[in-house]
């Protein structure tokens, strides 16, 4: 197996190739966490993984509550499932905690998360969705301080990793806010050997083949927590040494429905092709391999990051501008086309244009 076969690999597993989900949430499940930073490139991301779907699909798909958001993990935001939220918080949040312990200590709130959970809980109550901005006014109003905003966020974020509040639907542009045991009310709960291995089995089955460090990048855990749960796969996963790492994938995939796999397009920022990783050579681009540790505004072309590209108004019109990290051929040129064509049909931008020049400046 070599850097490419992986790169293959994965695009199939992570449904970018071909996809058999016809829904925003069924990727969600599926994938388990999406991180979901950027939150516009976030439903992009589960839109490079259905057919067909656009950015009001999955828009409705988030405010109905069929996707959540949350902090979680490494931390930052991710898109969760609602039956997976509560075991998924429960399996990796002490790991968040230990990254967060310093700030929680120099912002003196160890002795306040319980009161302001109190209060979140209570304001939340009866479907009541509220934004970030009126939470602190709930938490000031009950003399909880909060004088920075720093000290609201983990505030905030330590009720999200508490399982104590989750997200609510967009008003307008704002979040919001929800109670958790009313937004996922059928949030599973597991025992913790077997939330560890379900963690374990939804990564590597996803996101295959990948390595133990790779795992422990994307959950936070540590590789004393992670490792046994590793060996422990049903023995359908293969192990195979690639430049002295050890890679663990399932080899397995439903029949291919169509000849035409997608492995060009626009990477949505922070995307789980990326950032689930934390050696990215497999789709490291020969020209600029460098370039793979970072997560912005990537193209890919055959599985590998070839280029950049921006989005800009022309003349009133959404102008998608790629610029190669060498010169295209063109062969790539029509990849690069139809990877901005498939963007803009998403956002619904169908008069969109692209501009690729030959050479990057």
Aim: proline fraction near 5%; charge should be positive; charged fraction near 30%.
């Amino acid at each position: 197996m070599t850097l490419q076969d992986i790169a293959q690999l994965r695009l199939r597993k992570q449904q970018i190739a071909e996809t058999r989900f016809k829904k925003p949430e069924e990727i969600v499940r599926y994938l388990l966490a999406m991180q979901a930073q950027e939150f516009r490139m976030a439903k992009w991301a589960i839109g490079l993984r259905l057919e067909n779907a656009g950015d009001a699909e999955v828009q409705r798909a988030f405010d109905e509550g069929k996707i959540l958001r949350t902090h979680a993990m490494r931390p930052t935001w991710h898109f969760v499932a609602p039956e997976d939220i509560r075991w998924l918080q429960e399996t990796t949040s002490h790991r968040v905690h230990a990254f967060s312990g310093s700030m929680y200590r120099k912002l003196g709130l160890e002795k306040t998360f319980r009161r302001s959970h109190d209060v979140l809980a209570k304001v939340l109550q009866g479907g009541n969705f509220l934004t970030r901005q009126e939470l602190k006014k709930e938490l000031l109003r009950n003399k909880i301080r909060v004088p920075t905003g720093q000290h609201l966020a983990y505030l905030v974020m330590r009720a999200e990793l508490d399982c104590v509040i989750c997200s609510g639907p967009l008003r307008g542009k704002q979040f919001t806010y929800a109670l958790l045991e009313e937004r996922a009310p059928k949030a599973k709960r597991l025992d913790p050997q077997d939330a560890l291995h379900e963690l374990t089995l939804r990564y590597f089955s996803t996101r295959g083949p990948a390595t133990l460090k790779d795992f422990c990048w994307w959950s936070g855990l540590t590789a004393k927590e992670a490792k046994p749960a590793v060996d422990a796969l049903p023995k359908k996963f293969l192990r195979e040494k690639v430049n002295g790492s050890e890679y663990v994938f399932d080899p397995s995939f439903p029949k291919s429905k169509t000849k035409k796999l997608h492995t060009s397009f626009l990477m949505p920022d922070y995307d789980e092709y990326a950032i689930a990783y934390k050696d990215r050579r497999a789709l490291a681009s020969k020209r600029e391999p460098g370039r793979a540790t970072s997560f912005s505004h990537f193209i890919v072309l055959d599985g590998l990051i070839e280029g950049t590209w921006e989005r800009k108004m022309k003349n009133k019109k959404p102008d998608v501008r790629v610029t190669p990290f060498g010169s295209f051929t063109r062969l790539q040129q029509q990849q690069a086309k139809s990877a901005v064509k498939r963007y803009l049909e998403f956002t619904d931008e169908k008069a969109g244009a692209a501009t690729i020049p030959q050479k990057r400046r």
